[in-house]
């Protein structure tokens, strides 16, 4: 069973007509006519009675056509459908982002483009970098946002924005930093697989400072939680200027004076997957952005 040959049989149905139905159709009467046969056929029903040169409904094709209608409307809204989402009247775009990028650099990005494009809706997960990562591998999901450094090849990788990283404390800090100071700190660490780690790591090798070599640093979960702990006088970190702005602005944190490289933000999505056309707006709005700031890629 075919939409054209429920199309056929509901237009002669209605005009009770075949030659009739296969000119609104723009189809020959022996086309239409070979519709409803096949119809009958392979059911093994009469849907037709032939009367003089009209036909009228056999008891069957009464009841088959109110079904008939109410599948070629489902036809027609998932049509529709397929239109309205490559016009980005519809589409739903399903995410995942490291906890940085999803706290607070991403919900203005999602903020300006749920208001051009309301009718499509936008799902975030958050996970560290390497699950989001995993996530996307997996093709759970259309797009993660990482800040961690990510080298897969069933993965394509963009840069989409930049990050500040400073060094942090609760004590008051000197006007110039002695590398001796980051080996005798105690540190306040993300857990390993975030981004944040990585990066905080990154920033300290060229200062001769490992992971190994720190004094059984405080690993915890989220940017949150090691914010907390750094204002509580846990130690020291690294974290996004973004994550400690408000806290050095009040003054429950200080920054110490060493200059850190920028992070770069990333967008992963699988090279194997289509990207949907509302996936794809949202990534032509993110390098928009990324451009107008004047950032290289």
């Given at each position: 069973m075919t939409p054209e040959q429920l199309r056929v049989f509901v237009t002669v149905a209605e005009m009770e007509h075949v030659t009739h139905a296969a000119h609104k159709?723009?189809?020959?009467?022996?086309?239409?006519?070979?519709?409803?046969?096949?119809?009958?056929?392979?059911?093994?029903?009469?849907?037709?009675?032939?009367?003089?040169?009209?036909?009228?409904?056999?008891?069957?094709?009464?009841?088959?056509?109110?079904?008939?209608?109410?599948?070629?409307?489902?036809?027609a809204e998932a049509e529709a459908m397929l239109a309205e989402t490559r016009g980005l009247e519809r589409g739903h775009i399903r995410m995942v982002a490291s906890q940085t990028i999803a706290g607070y650099w991403l919900p203005p990005h999602i903020a300006a483009f749920r208001k051009a494009r309301p009718g499509i809706a936008v799902t975030l997960e958050i996970g560290n970098t390497q699950e989001a990562a995993a996530k996307i591998r997996e093709g759970a999901l259309d797009l993660a946002l990482v800040e961690g450094e990510i080298d897969d090849p069933k993965l394509e990788r963009r840069r989409i924005g930049a990050d500040e990283l400073v060094l942090v404390s609760a004590s008051p800090t000197p006007a110039r930093l002695d590398p001796a100071d980051l080996c005798a700190a105690d540190?306040?660490?993300?857990?390993?697989?975030?981004?944040?780690?990585?990066s905080a790591e990154a920033a300290l090798a060229p200062h001769g400072l490992t992971?190994?070599?720190?004094?059984?640093?405080?690993?915890?979960?989220?940017?949150?939680?090691?914010?907390?702990?750094?204002?509580?006088?846990?130690?020291?970190?690294?974290?996004?200027?973004?994550?400690?702005?408000?806290?050095l602005r009040i003054g429950t944190l200080h920054r110490w004076p060493l200059a850190l490289p920028p992070r770069p933000f990333y967008v992963l999505r699988h090279r194997e997957h289509h990207v949907s056309h509302a996936a794809r707006a949202f990534l032509d709005r993110l390098a928009q952005a990324h451009s107008a700031r004047g950032q290289p890629d």
């Open positions: 159709l723009n189809m020959t009467q022996s086309t239409a006519s070979a519709a409803i046969a096949a119809l009958e056929g392979r059911h093994g029903v009469k849907l037709f009675d032939r009367i003089g040169r009209g036909i009228v409904l056999t008891e069957e094709g009464r009841a088959f056509l109110p079904e008939a209608r109410a599948v070629l409307a489902r036809i540190w306040v660490l993300r857990e390993e697989g975030s981004g944040t780690r990585s992971v190994a070599q720190m004094r059984a640093p405080l690993v915890l979960p989220s940017n949150e939680a090691v914010l907390s702990a750094v204002e509580a006088g846990a130690g020291m970190t690294i974290l996004s200027a973004h994550v400690v702005a408000r806290s």
